[in-house]
């Protein structure tokens, strides 16, 4: 972490001329000056540039609260975490306040009997902005005393009465002051919570138990939320959906190559995996969320893919093990095995009952289909297809080795040019089998070549 500021009292602090921002205000100039200059402002998003990223930042300008509002695993939180970039790399708080009051403005009991006492003595110490940020995902046994607060019955015990407002210990909600705090699936919250949310997103401050207590909180809060016809587990009350300044819409990733390249930032990948391969996962990802047989409501999460992406290069690391490979690369053969890995993260529709795995088994062809087709559906091919003329066959699997593959087919007229075609390195033998691997699986799915599969492999042949 970069090193703090020097100054340890509010005198020094006052000396070095440093100014006071609301949150709100530090967000919205902040934005404003990397809007200026063109810096990057929400790392690591991908495919919302033109569509929400607008509407975000037309929110923080205007100082406003929002809800993100969209299907499950469409970067929701991933969006909310990156707006701590927005905030100042360190802030000044009084040393020991539980909810980080500015050295210039203490808002609870004990830090304004502090200052009153120690004047320009004031301890002073810096929060990194990391540490500015506070989560919770709503569930149903959250209670007011989690977000908010309640009475600290080990204070009670020191000595103090109860109607001393310093018996309390904050919640969640007031230890992010001057942060930015995020309510993760707010459907969940049962609508009583909810309503202890109304003073802090209207009036700026909180209510516990039967204390005057009034707490002017400097915060940003922002809540995410499925589409409420889904969920059907919840609903954001009226009172508090009216209090926020902007409901977002997120979105899947509208193009293939948007969907791409969240796979290839995402993925956590233990071997090779081609980037053709990547793309068929992409596309299958695509084709299960457009299909009918598919809960359009629930949404097929983009975890969905990259843990397609990430079965498939355990399977090439698996081979590698078995068979003693140096450099594990996936093939074609890896693919089916990300069908029933995946079908637990897809809702069907009920009238698919038991067809489960055979529509996946389905998309997944038509995405290798028209990969090949992008790929390869004009490349010749005569070369690869010599080798079946003689009426001969081909063995493949998923434990045979790259090198015996290769073997197997032996010389293959024209093996530079599909590769060049995949964008594939021509000096690895794994790459080399895992363009005629996904070649000869094309020419299968296009009727050039008929395969026959067993539990050892599949047979390729005329």
Same mark, same amino acid.
């Given at each position: ?10 005198a ?5 001329g440093? *100014? ?8 919205? $100039? ?24 607008p ?10 609260? &929002? ?37 210039f $403005? ?8 502090? %200052?009153?006492?120690a ?6 110490v ?8 506070g ?17 600290? =019955? ?11 407002p ?19 699936? &707010? ?5 009583? #919570?909810?309503?202890?949310l ?11 138990r +039967?204390?005057?207590?009034r &707490? ?10 499925n ?17 926020? +300044?902007?409901? #977002? ?7 293939? %190559?948007?969907?791409? @390249? ?9 071997? $090779?995996?081609?980037r053709?391969?990547l793309e ?38 698996r ?16 693919? =089916? ?8 993260k897809?809702?069907?529709? *009920?009238?698919?009952?038991g067809?489960?795995?055979?529509v ?34 081909? @063995? ?5 080795p ?6 197997? &087919?032996? =010389?293959?007229?024209?093996l530079?040019?599909l590769?060049?075609?995949? @964008? ?13 691997e996904?070649?000869?699986? +094309? ?8 395969? @026959? ?7 390729y042949r005329?």
């Amino acid at each position: 972490m970069p090193s703090q500021p020097r100054e340890t009292t509010l005198a020094e602090l006052l000396a070095s001329g440093h *100014v006071h921002r609301p949150v709100k205000t530090e967000l919205r $100039e902040n934005l404003l000056s990397r809007l200026k200059t063109g810096e990057k402002r929400f790392p690591g998003i991908v495919g919302f540039d033109e569509t929400v990223l607008p509407h975000v930042e037309r929110a923080l300008l205007a100082g406003h609260d &929002l809800v993100l509002l969209g299907e499950r695993g469409q970067g929701k939180t991933r969006l909310i975490r990156t707006l701590i970039g927005l905030l100042d790399e360190w802030t000044p708080v009084i040393a020991g306040c539980e909810i980080n009051d500015h050295p210039f $403005e203490p808002v609870c009991i004990r830090c304004k009997r502090l %200052a009153e006492e120690a004047g320009g003595d004031l301890p002073v110490v810096w929060r990194h902005r990391e540490e500015r940020y506070g989560e919770k995902l709503a569930t149903p046994d959250t209670s007011v005393g989690d977000l908010i607060g309640d009475v600290d =019955p080990i204070k009670v015990a020191e000595g103090r009465t109860l109607g001393d407002p310093e018996t309390v210990h904050y919640g969640l909600v007031p230890r992010t002051n001057r942060g930015i705090f995020a309510v993760n699936e &707010l459907p969940d919250l049962a609508e009583r #919570i909810q309503v202890a949310l109304l003073n802090v997103l209207e009036e700026r401050d909180v209510q516990i138990r +039967g204390y005057s207590l009034r &707490l002017p909180l400097d915060l940003l809060l922002i809540a995410s939320a499925n589409p409420e016809d889904y969920t059907n587990r919840g609903r954001i009350i009226t009172p508090l959906k009216d209090r926020f +300044g902007a409901e #977002i819409r997120t979105h899947y990733p509208l193009e293939l %190559a948007t969907e791409l @390249d969240l796979v290839v930032q995402e993925a956590d990948l233990v071997a $090779e995996v081609p980037r053709h391969l990547l793309e068929v996962i992409a596309r299958f990802t695509r084709l299960v969320r457009e299909s009918k047989a598919v809960d359009a409501r629930s949404g097929v999460s983009a975890r969905f893919s990259v843990a397609g992406a990430e079965t498939v290069a355990a399977g090439a690391l698996r081979r590698a093990a078995l068979a003693g490979e140096e450099r594990a690369v996936a093939r074609a053969c890896d693919l =089916p095995a990300v069908v029933p890995s995946l079908m637990g993260k897809v809702e069907f529709e *009920v009238s698919e009952e038991g067809r489960e795995q055979e529509v996946l088994e389905h998309l997944l062809r038509r995405a290798v289909a028209e990969t090949f087709r992008r790929h390869l559906g004009g490349a010749d091919l005569s070369g690869l297809l010599e080798r079946f003329d003689a009426g001969e066959s081909v @063995d493949t699997g998923e434990l045979v080795p790259s090198a015996e593959l290769l073997r197997r &087919l032996g =010389p293959v007229r024209g093996l530079a040019k599909l590769m060049e075609l995949l @964008d594939l390195d021509g000096d690895s033998p794994g790459q080399a089998a895992a363009a005629l691997e996904f070649a000869l699986e +094309g020419l299968y799915l296009t009727r050039r070549l008929s395969k @026959d599969v067993s539990g050892e492999g599949s047979t390729y042949r005329t």
